[in-house]
């Protein structure tokens, strides 16, 4: 059994022991064949190992398509570059275009491109070592050099460029890798859930702390870079759908520019965001090992209290931030409350289907989703749902977007109804974005954020920026909302509605051409007695 201390810090992984039971892997995922007589796809090139076999999962498309035969697309030695098929992943299924440095078939055979490839193996390493993962996908897809010299250092080549593709956002992958893990869901407890957030809070803090390569394997490489790709990726689209489609039926917004994909800035915050929420799904709701899950619904055994859970929030994200997740949060929780209805009379004891059992007791198979068999009433957002939506975001994907059939539908349900009362980072129901939750946070832990905002101190839109490594940038949103000025006020201080459109997400440019500034305005004054009223002034009567 790892140790506490083993499992609090993220450099800290078990040498040679695989995190690949994480969420980036489905409970359907096939190992890839050692038959490597078939060309490769893309991410076949670039995930699949030559060697032996690799935990990589069936992977999911951007466009919601499964990867076509993905177990046998593997390029070989023998492989010619034109047996390589067009990438199913340069297309629309990405939010900004692929580097305009892209090879392509046609510059395989080029003057530049031939010196390129007879370039000295040390030149070869440091070109791969610049990439990012769409930059690595090209190159290696059109030149079987480097696919070759991609094959000698697979795991460092991969793992360097997760890391420039990523940003400041790497530390968050590298967590999630972490809490993904068997080892840790089996040493799970109040003690190293709290060490590990005081470990990461550390590694945040600048100077960032790089994480090590040698913490993870191969196999953990290859999981944080599916993860990224088949699951942040499309994840993130389908929620910037949602988000603006929700936007558009405000009155004051401008159709015609609404729906423009999201800039670099804005999917950065989406996915960003999605990893945090995938952390917390982790650390502290039912996550990837749900046959693992000892819970009882009357005797929890993850005590926190909803204030503890909003200290570790604060103590790793910016107020913004966390209204980033709390965003995501708001969409998961509709669309599994839209599953859970779906499925509600599918489970029910008195559908015929379980007419063939003796009663009582209740039917094998049957679950009373909104009552619980008969015990007092308890919501879907405090027990089935906050069990479903906290497996994590690959399973939501799959409930979510993937499964068409509704038999397919009720069968992975039924694996998936879990109920869950532990604390979570909801913004009701006492969750810990909750209001009368971060009230008691301010008796029980008073901060230096609340002084700050006490102070009202100037905090002005300074650009729409991502990397705060120098100081904070909050969206402008954010500033419109405080009027330039500090605020530690989030979760249900903020009107219900505006979460919906994910106001946080987006750039200046986007809320000026849309409209969505003057939603955003009408729709926190409209909360409040009085337009010149600060709702920081009036917190004990909101």
């Known amino acids: 059994m790892t140790s506490v201390t083993e499992l609090a810090a993220i450099d800290e992984v078990i040498p040679e022991v695989s995190t690949t039971d994480g969420p980036n892997l489905s409970a359907e995922s096939q190992s890839l064949s050692a038959d490597h007589s078939n060309p490769a796809n893309l991410w076949g090139i670039l995930l699949a190992d030559s060697s032996k076999h690799s935990g990589l999962s069936g992977s999911i498309l951007t466009d919601d398509t ?40 046609d510059t395989c055979h080029s003057d530049s491109h031939i010196h390129l490839e007879t370039l000295p193996a040390e030149l070869r390493v440091q070109i791969l070592d610049i990439l990012d993962l769409e930059g690595l996908e090209a190159l290696v897809r059109a030149s079987p050099v480097y696919h070759d010299q991609y094959l000698l250092d697979r795991k460092r080549l991969l793992f360097a460029c997760l890391k420039i593709t990523l940003g400041n956002m790497f530390i968050d992958a ?3 890798q972490v809490t993904s893990s068997l080892s840790f869901r089996r040493a799970r407890s109040m003690d190293t859930i709290s060490s590990f957030v005081q470990s990461l809070r550390k590694k945040r803090a600048p100077p960032p702390d790089a994480t090590q390569i040698k913490a993870f394997t191969l196999n953990d490489t290859i999981d944080m870079v599916t993860f ?3 699951v942040l990726k499309p994840f993130a689209r389908h929620y910037s759908e949602w988000a603006l489609s929700n936007l558009a039926k405000e009155p004051e917004t401008s159709h015609a520019k609404i729906n423009e994909p999201p800039s670099i800035t804005e999917e950065h915050r989406i996915i960003r965001a999605l990893y945090r929420f995938q952390l917390f799904c982790n650390l502290l709701g039912t996550g990837p090992h749900k046959h693992m899950d000892k819970i009882d619904i009357f005797e929890p055994w993850l005590k926190f209290e909803s204030h503890e859970v909003l200290m570790m929030l604060e103590s790793l994200y910016e107020p913004w931030e966390l209204e980033e997740i709390n965003c995501v949060n708001v969409f998961a929780q509709i669309k599994g409350l839209e599953v859970l209805k779906s499925v509600t009379w599918d489970f029910h004891e008195t559908n015929p289907k379980f007419a063939d059992q003796n009663r009582p007791p209740t039917p094998q198979g049957a679950f ?26 690959d399973h939501l994907q799959k409930i979510f977007f993937e499964i068409q059939d509704h038999s397919r539908l009720v069968a992975i349900m039924e694996e998936s109804l879990i109920l869950r009362t532990s604390m979570f980072i909801c ?4 969750g810990a974005l909750d209001y009368l939750t971060q009230d008691d946070r301010r008796i029980v832990a008073p901060s230096e954020r609340d002084k700050r905002e006490e102070r009202r101190e100037p905090l002005p839109f300074r650009g729409d920026k991502v990397d705060e490594s120098d100081g904070a940038y909050p969206p402008l949103a954010w500033t419109l909302l405080w009027k330039g000025t500090y605020s530690n006020m989030f979760g249900n201080y903020i009107p219900n509605e505006i979460p919906m459109w994910g106001y946080v997400m987006w750039d200046a440019a986007r809320l000026e051409r849309t409209g969505a500034k003057e939603v955003l305005l009408r729709q926190f004054v409209s909360s409040f007695w009085d337009e010149d009223q600060d709702p920081r002034d009036q917190r004990e009567f909101l």
Do not use: H, W
């Open 66 to 105: 499964k990867l076509s035969d993905f177990s046998e697309s593997i390029l070989t030695d023998d492989s010619t570059l034109s047996d390589l098929p067009e990438s199913p992943t340069t297309n629309s299924s990405n939010f900004s275009d692929l580097p305009e440095s892209q090879f392509t078939k």
């Open 174 to 176: 590298c967590a999630v």
């Open 228 to 230: 990224y790709r088949f």
């Open 368 to 393: 009373d989703i909104k009552t619980n068999r008969g015990q007092p009433m308890i919501d879907y957002e405090d027990s089935y749902l906050i069990g479903l939506i906290t497996q994590g975001l």
């Open 427 to 430: 913004a009701s129901g006492l």
